[in-house]
């Protein structure tokens, strides 16, 4: 599990976008390998890539099933048990045109083709940041810390008509998302994706851990 190298021609540049989301407190919280992550963005498109792997997967029944119809919408959500101790591979870009930042995360299967997750992080709206993952369908997210890492918890789910954002109601949402990134030492982190529903509890939950160049 490594960091994969970047063109030569990246620059790193200070990046206060998410140390702003937190406030200073909740940022000089972090473990220091956390702000480092988070702390410096890429220049001319440039890309890191993290390599893992994927110790955890586990879906509800309602979970299973909901994961197989977001497909429709491009995947947004791990869908395939077997991805369980397969490899993962996680790569982030900045975008320089939306001033964001574009995800994209790569899960191994027992079989065939792995699944490609796309999505794009935007720092925009009333919580401060966005993440869009295609069809027009986005959330905006709310930004937590604590001593272990950085959390990402959705507020509200959306639908993006040209100019227009329409919120979706209750019915439609398909959950709370809460994604964490856990500092585990020795240059490792934990990336963990979890949906809950009140009526069912928890729906899908899968923990991945990467590591540092």
């Known amino acids: 599990m490594r960091q994969l190298p970047t063109t030569d021609h990246q620059t790193a540049l200070a990046d206060s976008r998410f140390s702003s989301l937190l406030g ?14 988070f702390g410096h963005r890429l ?10 792997k994927v110790v955890e997967m586990r879906f509800s029944r309602v979970g299973w099933a909901l994961a197989q119809l977001a497909r429709l919408v491009g995947g947004p959500l791990p869908y395939d048990g077997t991805c369980l101790n397969q490899p993962a591979v996680v790569a982030v870009t900045e975008d320089c045109v939306g001033r964001g930042q574009f995800w994209v995360r790569q899960y191994g299967r027992a079989c065939g083709f792995p699944q490609v997750i796309h999505s794009s992080k935007r720092f925009a709206g009333p919580t401060g ?3 869009y993952v ?18 990402f918890h959705s507020d ?10 329409l919120r979706l109601p209750p019915w439609l949402r398909p959950g709370a998302l809460t994604i964490a990134h856990k ?3 020795r240059a ?3 990336f963990s994706l979890t949906l809950h529903s009140r009526l069912f509890g928890e729906l899908i939950r899968q ?4 590591q540092d160049r």
């Open 188 to 190: 490792r982190f934990l």
């Open 24 to 37: 200073p407190k909740s940022w000089a919280a972090l473990p220091m390998a956390v702000r480092q992550r």
């Open 129 to 131: 940041i966005e993440e």
């Open 207 to 210: 923990d991945a851990i990467f």
């Open 43 to 52: 220049s001319d498109g440039a890309s890191v890539v993290y390599q893992g």
């Open 156 to 165: 509200h789910y959306f639908l993006q008509l040209g100019r227009w954002k």
């Open 183 to 185: 500092d585990l030492g």
């Open 134 to 151: 295609g069809s027009g369908i986005g959330m905006a997210l709310r930004v937590s810390a604590d001593v272990s890492g950085l959390y």
